[in-house]
């Protein structure tokens, strides 16, 4: 989810202005506060090992590091 208002005003910066990436699965300290690019790929083949992110390429946790 992306999230561009709080509490029906605007995003403010300390909150990640002017838009949020919110995933729901992971826990707090994974969640993406500011946003630089957003890129849709078919596939994840070609960037990186090609799972998804750092965490997932090396494999030092979990896909879902529920409570």
């Given at each position: 989810m992306l999230a561009y208002g709080m509490n029906d005003t605007e995003l403010p910066t300390g909150h990640g202005a002017p838009l949020r990436l919110r995933v729901e699965r992971q826990l707090g300290y994974k969640h993406a506060e500011f946003i630089m690019q957003i890129e849709a790929v078919a596939s994840l083949d070609g960037i990186a090992?090609?799972?998804?992110?750092?965490?997932?390429?090396?494999?030092?946790y979990d896909w879902y590091a529920g409570i």
């Open positions: 090992a090609g799972r998804g992110g750092f965490w997932e390429d090396v494999g030092f």
